[in-house]
């Protein structure tokens, strides 16, 4: 049986600690020591973006926080027009180079296409740069509006944070929110904040193998 190798480290700004590793071609990031994201379970990252990223008029513009291994990013690339324009933001700069070195042919390598743009950087301070711009939102930079890893993540989930996407987006522009599990209120703050709402049931793997994830959809009111 091969090793699973601890190949890199990082801090995110609250301290904790960011862990890569790799087992037999694959790649798993563990922040302070749980599991937060493999190649081998990106199902629900896929979905993420397909739920959102269909049908986008010429030159949309769509929005990801969270790049993870890039998975929702190729999603996204793979359903925009040629001349659309996909921005990615990572707030752990060390996430962005693992992405560009060891690990970004798991995705094929989606931040080498010329339609993406990396802001490394903190979604809540990006996101009210935007008004009125953005076809579509993706956001997986926790486990969800509920079992957050961080608390300073709250603001995006609640009223004040979904009406400043709200702003950002276009009429009829639309928002997707990853979930490690279901939150039932959720879509009611959907709702408060301008959104008519929809809750998707995803899985880590196709099939519905893998674990259960939730998708909450947001389509701009």
Same mark, same amino acid.
């Given at each position: 049986m091969k090793p699973r190798v601890r190949i890199?480290?990082?801090?995110?700004?609250?301290?904790?600690?960011?862990?890569?590793?790799?087992?037999?071609?694959?790649?798993?990031?563990?922040?302070?020591?749980?599991?937060l994201m493999s190649?081998?379970?990106?199902?629900?990252?896929?979905?993420?973006?397909?739920?959102?990223?269909?049908?986008?008029?010429?030159?949309?513009?769509?929005?990801?926080?969270?790049?993870?291994?890039?998975?929702?990013?190729? !999603?996204?690339?793979?359903?925009?027009?040629?001349?659309?324009? !996909?921005?990615?933001?990572?707030?752990?700069?060390e996430v962005v180079t693992w992405n560009e070195t060891r690990m970004g042919h798991h995705a094929d390598h989606p931040l080498r296409d010329p339609r993406t743009r990396i802001v490394v950087g903190d979604v809540r301070g990006v996101i009210p740069r935007y008004e009125r711009q953005l076809h579509a939102v993706m956001l997986d930079v926790d486990n969800g509006p509920d079992p957050m890893v961080s608390e300073g993540n709250a603001w995006l989930y609640a009223k004040e944070g979904l009406r400043a996407i709200h702003r950002a987006l276009v009429p009829g522009g639309r928002v997707a929110v990853?979930?490690?599990?279901?939150?039932?209120?959720?879509?009611?703050?959907?709702?408060?904040?301008?959104?008519?709402?929809?809750?998707h049931l995803s899985s880590a793997r196709p099939g519905r193998k893998g674990g259960r994830h939730f998708i909450f959809v947001g389509a701009r009111r």
């Open positions: 890199d480290e990082a801090r995110t700004p609250d301290g904790k600690l960011l862990e890569l590793y790799e087992h037999d071609g694959a790649h798993d990031i563990v922040v302070d020591r749980r599991p190649s081998r379970k990106h199902q629900s990252e896929e979905d993420l973006a397909s739920l959102v990223c269909r049908d986008l008029p010429s030159a949309a513009r769509v929005l990801i926080g969270g790049l993870g291994l890039g998975f929702t990013l190729r !999603a996204a690339l793979d359903l925009l027009p040629p001349d659309a324009e !996909a921005i990615q933001v990572e707030l752990i700069p990853w979930s490690a599990t279901d939150d039932t209120t959720f879509p009611r703050t959907l709702r408060r904040s301008g959104f008519e709402a929809q809750r």
